[in-house]
Each structure stands twice: as C-alpha cells, then as structure tokens.
C-alpha cells in the first residue's frame, strides 16, 4: 500500500465478528484504526450493523458508542423478526445496501477501498468500485474450514488480506480484560451479559440470532 493514497475502511460489523469468532481472537478497534493510518491518508473509517432496537439493553450498544467517538462513521438500521420454516425466531439486518452505496458515493474521494467481508454478494460492488479506478483490498481469511470468504470476491479483489496474519497488530491482547466491578457483599459482579467479556463490553450477535 502507498503511504500517499487516499483509504477508506468498510466494515461488515457481523461478518467480521463471524470471522473473528472462528479464528479466535477479538479486533483492537483502536489498533485497526492505527494500522491502517500508518499505510496512508485515512480518509473515512465505516462500520456496519443492524441493531435490535425493541431490546431493554443491546450487547452492542457499549461498542457502538465507542466507535463513534473514536474515529468511526457508524451506520446502523433497525433489525426485522421474522419465524422461518421451521418455527424458530430469526432477527435478519442485512447492511449491504448501506456499505453499496456509501463506497460508490465515496469513490471520487478516494484511491483504495478496504472492504472487511467475505460475502460473496459484494463481488459486484468491487467490481463497480474497480471501473472507478478505486483499488479494492478484501479483509477476511481462508484458513478455516471453510473458508470465511467467498472465492468469487476473492479473486475479485486486487489484493486479499487475510484476517489471521493480521491477528498480531490488530487483534486485542488476550490479557487485557475489564475487571467486573464489585457487588455489595465485596465479590466480582457477574457480567450483565456475555457481552461484557470483551474489550469493549459488547458482542456482536450471535450466528443463529442475526440473518446476515
């Protein structure tokens, strides 16, 4: 990557969890940020996800706020419920329109587009981006089983990156944890939810909770 070109980030919020998820480690979101101004002119940072807003507490809202603070455009929609074929309560939020349409609006603006997803519905998107003239960077990996990024956007992108060779300079040291504050009788508090296992207390959805 030329330190001199103009980047902009898109990322699948749900996609890169799934990803992460089955390698095993969780994104430093302030380190990806660094990462990727040291490789050239940060021009835009988006994240991507559907929030289910009828929830008393949202295990992504803790994250949400954070991004938003901290250097990233954030874009969220409400979720839709909806019980499939075999009785089971499904939330689907689908963001891929919303990523679609910022990039191609952005594309006068910048030089390099790095799209942090491995589904395969964005091939078209690249595709578009590439007539632009904008040089597109895939984020996701293949070394699992399988892989976690569609071969068609794969061999769409100009270069792939994959998510577990980035581990070392994006990913959040496994020791640097939150401690749970304190309940009344002086014992570590269970967290409210799962959620707050993580570095910024949140979780994205879980697989079989979001119909990406």
Do not use: C
């Amino acid at each position: 990557m030329s330190g001199q070109q103009r980047i902009a980030l898109f990322i699948d919020g749900a996609n890169l969890y799934a990803t992460t998820k089955t390698l095993g480690f969780d994104i430093d979101y302030k380190r990806l940020l660094k990462e990727f101004q040291g490789r050239g002119s940060l021009v835009r940072a988006f994240y991507y996800t559907a929030l289910v807003e009828d929830q008393e507490y949202s295990s992504i809202r803790p994250l949400i706020d954070w991004l938003d603070y901290n250097g990233y455009r954030v874009v969220t929609k409400p979720t839709k419920e909806f019980v499939d074929s075999a009785g089971r309560r499904k939330v689907k939020g689908n963001m891929d329109i919303e990523l679609a349409i910022d990039a191609l609006e952005l594309s006068p603006f910048i030089d390099h587009m790095v799209l942090f997803s491995g589904d395969g519905d964005f091939r078209s998107l690249v595709e578009a981006m590439q007539r632009r003239g904008v040089r597109v960077s895939v984020v996701s990996t293949v070394t699992t089983q399988p892989p976690m990024v569609a071969d068609e956007l794969r061999r769409q992108a100009d270069e792939f990156l994959d998510l577990s060779q980035l581990a070392s300079r994006i990913g959040r040291d496994p020791s640097d944890r939150p401690q749970r504050p304190m309940n009344e009788n002086g014992a570590r508090s269970q967290p409210r939810s799962p959620a707050l296992e993580s570095r910024y207390g949140i979780r994205q959805p879980q697989d079989d909770e979001l119909d990406v």
